[in-house]
Nanobody, 121 residues
Framework: QVQLVESGGGLVQAGGSLRLSCIAS????????MGWYRQAPGNQRELVAV???????DYADSEKGRFTVSRDNAKNTVYLQMNSLKPEDTAVYYC???????????????WGQGTQVTVSS
């Protein structure tokens, strides 16, 4: 069974940093893209950053220059380095994979369970 498992969330003061990790577990042969979304209370889930298999990273405008997404294809892992955190970054952060192939199954889209990030002022 394929799962996305996030780690690295927590409580940090404004201006601080956190690094999120997400590993895709299972007998995976290929993942087209992996990335991060977030959802704050009362808000819709929104894109934070995505890293494609071709090595291209896209960011939401509010995160450009503060967040960096990276990927280790050999480990089926995606990271999100978050610097200069603001209280408005407080949300549950979800790992997302799109176009995930195993030897038997294709997953068009897959979500992790989420990890809480809280930034205090």
């Amino acid at each position: 069974q394929v799962q996305l498992v996030e780690s690295g969330g927590g409580l940090v003061q404004a201006g601080g940093s956190l690094r999120l990790s997400c590993i895709a577990s299972g007998r995976i042969s290929r993942i087209n893209s992996m990335g991060w979304y977030r959802q704050a209370p009362g808000n819709q889930r929104e894109l934070v950053a995505v890293f494609t298999s071709g090595g291209h990273a896209d960011y939401a405008d509010s995160e450009k220059g503060r967040f960096t997404v990276s990927r280790d294809n050999a480990k089926n892992t995606v990271y999100l380095q978050m610097n200069s955190l603001k209280p408005e970054d407080t949300a549950v952060y979800y790992c997302h994979a799109e176009g995930l192939y195993t030897s038997r199954t294709y997953y068009h889209t897959l979500w992790g369970q989420g990890t809480q990030v809280t930034v205090s002022s």
